[in-house]
């Protein structure tokens, strides 16, 4: 049972870990690597929204 439950874990990390690699990529393909960083330097919780979760604005 604990194998199946660290497999699992396993196949997820990697796919995040490819999906960040992606997103890495097409950010710098894109020539946004500033406003990237300027966003995860500024970015806060927008908790006031109508939306059910917060999500990240500046």
């Given at each position: 049972?604990?194998?199946?439950?660290?497999?699992?874990?396993?196949?997820?990390?990697?796919?995040?870990?490819?999906?960040?690699?992606?997103?890495?990529?097409?950010?710098?393909?894109?020539?946004?690597?500033e406003?990237?960083?300027?966003?995860r330097?500024?970015?806060?919780?927008?908790?006031?929204?109508?939306?059910?979760?917060?999500?990240?604005?500046?």
């Amino acid at each position: 049972m604990y194998i199946k439950i660290f497999r699992s874990a396993t196949k997820k990390y990697k796919r995040a870990e490819e999906y960040l690699k992606y997103l890495n990529d097409f950010i710098h393909y894109k020539k946004l690597d500033e406003e990237y960083r300027y966003f995860r330097e500024q970015a806060h919780e927008d908790e006031s929204s109508e939306l059910p979760f917060p999500y990240l604005t500046l």
